[in-house]
């Protein structure tokens, strides 16, 4: 017998830039957090599933384990999280989301399609936001964009012959 599911969760009011701006506030709430998802880990929930839920990497997921074992839990409030924060802003996000849809010829740009290179001198003219290609590129992972360039078509090419040596 199949289990009915209930109705699902209103979550109009769940602000989550705001909630996770509230847990890098307290030391003690990341580290009680990064508890909670040891203890799901103790309990046979996957490590895919704690890292897409927190939208850590495994690795995240690998050191905290490395630091209970070595500190206990106040080995997360000893070694606070390092490193740089990103710039991919939320507004940035959103921005390049709604510009790469669009092909660049329509903001004057010569390019016909969006590349790290394009992106980078985009943000630079539009919100002095100087970034490296490289940057640029994994910015646009980010949002799930990927890169595909176009296929060349020859034009002497007859589209009916092409058909017809595909089926052969």
Same mark, same amino acid.
């Given at each position: 017998?199949?289990? &009915?599911?209930?109705?699902?969760?209103?979550?109009?009011?769940?602000?989550? !830039?705001?909630?996770?701006?509230?847990?890098?506030?307290? +030391?003690?709430?990341?580290?009680?957090? &990064?508890?909670q998802a040891l203890i799901?880990?103790?309990?046979?929930?996957?490590?895919? $599933?704690?890292?897409?839920?927190?939208?850590?990497?495994?690795?995240?997921?690998?050191?905290?384990?490395?630091?209970?074992?070595?500190?206990?839990?106040?080995?997360?409030?000893?070694?606070?999280?390092?490193?740089?924060t990103s710039g991919l802003t939320?507004?940035?996000?959103?921005? +390049?989301?709604?510009?790469?849809?669009?092909?660049?010829?329509?903001?004057?740009?010569?390019?016909?399609?969006?590349?790290?290179?394009?992106?980078?001198?985009?943000?630079?003219?539009?919100?002095?936001?100087?970034?490296? !290609?490289?940057?640029?590129? $994994?910015?646009?992972?980010?949002?799930?964009?990927?890169?595909?360039?176009?296929?060349? &078509?020859?034009?002497?090419?007859?589209?009916?012959?092409?058909?017809?040596? &595909?089926?052969?």
């Open positions: 017998m199949e289990k &009915k599911r209930g109705r699902k969760a209103i979550t109009n009011s769940i602000n989550e !830039v705001e909630l996770n701006e509230w847990i890098k506030l307290d +030391l003690n709430r990341s580290a009680g957090i &990064k508890c799901s880990l103790k309990n046979n929930v996957s490590v895919t $599933n704690i890292c897409k839920v927190l939208g850590v990497t495994r690795e995240c997921v690998r050191l905290w384990r490395k630091t209970i074992e070595k500190d206990g839990p106040e080995g997360f409030i000893k070694y606070p999280k390092t490193g740089k939320e507004e940035i996000k959103t921005l +390049l989301k709604t510009v790469v849809v669009q092909s660049p010829e329509k903001l004057n740009y010569k390019q016909v399609i969006w590349d790290g290179k394009l992106v980078c001198r985009f943000l630079s003219d539009n919100k002095n936001v100087k970034i490296s !290609v490289r940057t640029a590129q $994994n910015w646009l992972k980010a949002i799930n964009f990927t890169r595909q360039k176009p296929r060349k &078509k020859f034009k002497q090419a007859n589209e009916d012959e092409i058909e017809t040596f &595909k089926k052969n």
